[in-house]
C-alpha cells in the first residue's frame, strides 16, 4: 500500500498535528478521486468580535468525502490569521495540506472559498494595534463595531475546490506566500479539530447522502449543528457532479500511467443511497395492454423506492447511534458489513421483482406479409 495513504482520515492527522504542536502546515492525507466543489451557502452571523471565519471544506474518510462547515474560530493568539487548508494533485494523489494559524496568510491552492477567500490572500479583515476589524462587504458582522468596507470582486461559477490536475485550479505560490509559509504557525485548534470529528460523525454530511449539497454548510461556533446558527446549503455547485463521474485525471507533465491509479467507490453498494438509478423500463405492445403494464411497473417502482428509503432511514439511525455511544472502529465495521448485506439482499430482491414484472410484458405483434 502507498506510503501516501499510511493515515486514513483527516481527522486522525488533524488530531495529531493538534497534540504535536506542529509548528508549519501538514500533508495528512492523500486519496485518488477528485474532492467535490464547493456548494453554495450563506455566512451566519459571527458571534463576537475575536472571531474569525474559517471557510468550509470537503474533508476525507473511509466512507468518502464529507463536508466540514464553515465555522467562526475564537482566533488563538493577537495578530494571528487562518491559512485554510486545501486539496493538490501531485504524484497521481490528491493530498489535502491542512490549514494553520499565522501573522501572514499562506498559500491555498488558490481556492476561492469566499467570504474574503479569494484564492491569494484575505481581504475580509486586519489586525490594527491589537484589534481586529471585519471587512462588511465580505462578512455578516452586524454585531461588531471594528468594521470597514472594501469591496471584493467574486468570481466563483464553477467552485472548484482542488489544485492541479484535471480540472484544477493553476495557482502557483507567491514570494509572499511562500515566505509565509516560514512563518511560526499554530495548528488547528482543539475546537477545529473536535469540529471536524463532529461533522464526520453526522451522515448527512457526506457526499454519498448530500450529493453536493450538505445540510449543515455553516455554523455560527464550531461543533454547534443546530439552531439558528446552522445553515443549509442553498445548493450544489452548478458543476457538481457524482464520485463515480470524477476521476483524478493527469497533472500537466505528470506521468500519464498516473491516471490509472485513481480510485472511485467500491462497485458493491454499501447503502440504498449508493445503489444506481433505476433503468428505463422497455417498451410494450399495444396502447390498452401497455397502459396495464406501465401502471403495474410504476407501482412497482413507486413500493421499490418506499423500501429503499425505509432501508436507508434505519441504516442512518444505527450510524447516529454509534456516533452517540462512540462506538469502536471494530463496531462501526461490524455494522457496515451488515448494511451492506441488507443492500444487497435489496438489490437482489428488487431485481428479480423487476425480472418477474417484465415477463408479463406486452409484446409487439408481428404484422402479417403482404400478399
Known amino acids: 500500500m502507498r506510503k501516501s495513504i499510511a493515515v486514513r482520515t483527516l481527522l486522525f492527522a488533524l488530531l495529531l498535528l493538534a497534540v504535536s504542536g506542529t509548528a508549519s502546515a501538514g500533508i495528512i492525507l492523500s486519496i485518488g478521486i477528485a474532492p467535490p466543489p464547493l456548494p453554495v451557502y450563506d455566512q451566519p452571523l459571527c458571534p463576537a468580535e475575536g472571531y474569525m471565519w474559517t471557510p468550509g471544506y470537503w474533508a476525507y474518510a473511509d466512507e468518502g468525502y464529507f463536508w466540514v462547515p464553515g465555522t467562526w474560530v475564537l482566533i488563538p493568539e493577537p495578530g494571528y490569521l487562518w491559512t485554510p487548508g486545501?486539496?493538490?494533485?501531485?504524484?497521481?494523489?490528491?493530498?489535502?495540506?491542512?490549514?494553520?494559524?499565522?501573522?501572514?496568510?499562506?498559500?491555498?491552492?488558490?481556492?476561492?472559498?469566499?467570504?474574503?477567500?479569494?484564492?491569494?490572500?484575505?481581504?475580509?479583515?486586519?489586525?490594527?494595534?491589537?484589534?481586529?476589524?471585519?471587512?462588511?462587504?465580505?462578512?455578516?458582522?452586524?454585531?461588531?463595531?471594528?468594521?470597514?468596507?472594501?469591496?471584493?470582486?467574486?468570481?466563483?461559477?464553477?467552485?472548484?475546490?482542488?489544485?492541479?490536475?484535471?480540472?484544477?485550479?493553476?495557482?502557483?505560490?507567491?514570494?509572499?506566500?511562500?515566505?509565509?509559509?516560514?512563518?511560526?504557525?499554530?495548528?488547528?485548534?482543539?475546537?477545529?479539530?473536535?469540529?471536524?470529528?463532529?461533522?464526520?460523525?453526522?451522515?448527512?454530511?457526506?457526499?454519498?447522502?448530500?450529493?453536493?449539497?450538505?445540510?449543515?454548510a455553516a455554523t455560527a461556533k464550531p461543533g454547534e449543528f443546530t439552531g439558528h446558527g446552522a445553515v443549509a446549503a442553498k445548493a450544489a455547485a452548478p458543476s457538481y457532479k457524482p464520485a463515480t463521474a470524477r476521476s483524478a485525471g493527469p497533472a500537466r507533465g505528470a506521468n500519464p500511467a498516473a491516471e490509472n491509479r485513481t480510485t472511485e467507490r467500491p462497485a458493491t453498494a454499501v447503502h440504498p443511497n449508493d445503489l444506481p438509478p433505476r433503468p428505463a423500463s422497455p417498451s410494450a405492445g399495444n396502447a390498452s395492454s401497455n397502459q396495464k403494464y406501465q401502471q403495474q411497473q410504476q407501482k412497482l417502482n413507486a413500493r421499490q423506492d418506499q423500501e429503499r428509503q425505509k432501508l436507508q432511514q434505519s441504516q442512518e439511525k444505527e450510524h447516529q447511534q454509534l456516533a452517540q455511544k462512540k462506538a469502536p472502529e471494530a463496531a462501526k465495521q461490524q455494522v457496515e458489513q451488515k448494511h451492506q448485506q441488507q443492500t444487497q439482499n435489496l438489490q437482489q430482491r428488487h431485481t428479480q421483482q423487476q425480472q418477474q414484472l417484465q415477463k408479463q410484458a406486452p409484446r409487439n405483434e408481428p404484422k402479417p406479409k403482404e400478399k
Not at 499565522?102 to 491589537?130: E, K, Q, S, T
Open 86 to 216: 486545501y486539496w493538490g494533485w501531485g504524484d497521481g494523489l490528491f493530498v489535502f495540506h491542512t490549514g494553520y494559524w499565522g501573522p501572514h496568510i499562506g498559500f491555498y491552492g488558490g481556492v476561492n472559498y469566499g467570504f474574503g477567500y479569494g484564492g491569494v490572500g484575505y481581504a475580509g479583515g486586519y489586525w490594527n494595534n491589537g484589534a481586529f476589524f471585519y471587512n462588511r462587504s465580505v462578512n455578516n458582522v452586524t454585531n461588531i463595531t471594528n468594521v470597514y468596507n472594501k469591496t471584493v470582486i467574486v468570481n466563483n461559477t464553477e467552485r472548484v475546490s482542488y489544485n492541479g490536475g484535471s480540472g484544477g485550479i493553476e495557482a502557483r505560490p507567491t514570494a509572499e506566500e511562500e515566505a509565509a509559509s516560514r512563518d511560526r504557525h499554530i495548528p488547528p485548534t482543539s475546537t477545529q479539530t473536535s469540529h471536524v470529528q463532529t461533522a464526520s460523525s453526522n451522515r448527512q454530511l457526506y457526499e454519498s447522502v448530500n450529493h453536493g449539497k450538505p445540510a449543515i
